[in-house]
């Protein structure tokens, strides 16, 4: 069984601050990681996806993978109120033809003005 | 814009009342489709995939009597939770895959249901 395990939080973190979230997974040979946000009573939303090892930036945001520690994690920079959700780390395993996503049970993230 | 709709959004009703979701997939023809549950604080849980055409595949510890799931087209999936009680108060995601692995599948704004 596929587990995906983040500290539900929550972490509060002043505005303009990083925040660092984190994620290890199980499944030695998964290959696609992913961070989604998901706001109170909202479906979740795709931010980031990583597949090799190192960084990957977009904007306010960078992916890290090391899959030697099976550990991802996910870096806020300059961290805004509007980025107060819920984070879930997400792995995706192909299933017949389609991909499948084992979720965490997500980082609660509250951004203090 | 929305590239899947799902319906309703939000449902409140008595104990043993069956309520139905619809999820369509409004870009892409759907062969199969994910039917997620998600608990106050607790993770999306994936409860079946639904096949069009054939029967969906339900995940262990999901009943399939209590969570009937039809994928009559290519578009559409419905989910019907039989004779709901309060325990099956949740929030009902699907979503629709796109084969791609970028963006592994689009979620449907979900449905908050509320069981009294």
């Known amino acids: 069984q596929k587990e995906v395990e983040q500290n539900s939080g929550p972490l509060s973190v002043p505005e303009g601050a990083i925040a660092s979230l984190n994620c290890t997974y199980s499944d030695r040979g998964s290959q696609s990681f992913f961070w989604y946000r998901q706001y109170s009573g909202k479906s979740p939303e795709l931010i980031m996806s990583?597949?090799?090892?190192g960084d990957k930036e977009d904007g306010r945001f960078t992916a890290q993978l090391n899959k030697a520690s099976q550990y991802v994690s996910l870096l806020i920079r300059d961290s805004q109120p509007s980025d107060s959700a819920t984070y879930l780390c997400?792995?995706?395993?192909?299933?017949?033809?389609?991909?499948?996503?084992?979720f965490g049970k997500g980082t609660k993230l509250s951004v203090i003005p | 814009g929305a590239v899947v709709s799902q319906h309703p959004s939000r449902v409140i009703c008595k104990s043993g009342t069956s309520v139905k979701i619809e999820c369509r997939s409004l870009?892409?023809?759907?062969?199969?489709m994910f039917w997620y549950r998600q608990f106050p604080k607790q993770s999306l849980m994936l409860m079946a995939t639904s096949n069009e055409g054939s029967k969906a595949t339900y995940e262990q510890g999901v009943e399939k009597d209590k969570f009937l799931i039809n994928h009559a087209s290519l578009t559409l999936s419905t989910l019907t939770v039989t004779s709901a009680h309060p325990e099956d108060s949740s929030f009902y995601i699907c979503?629709?895959?796109?084969?791609?692995?970028?963006?592994?599948?689009?979620f449907g704004d979900g449905t908050r249901l509320s069981i009294l």
């Open positions: 870009d892409f023809q759907a062969t199969t």
């Open positions: 997400a792995v995706a395993g192909r299933v017949a033809g389609s991909y499948q996503l084992t």
């Open positions: 990583i597949y090799s090892n």
């Open positions: 979503s629709v895959p796109t084969g791609t692995v970028n963006q592994p599948q689009h």
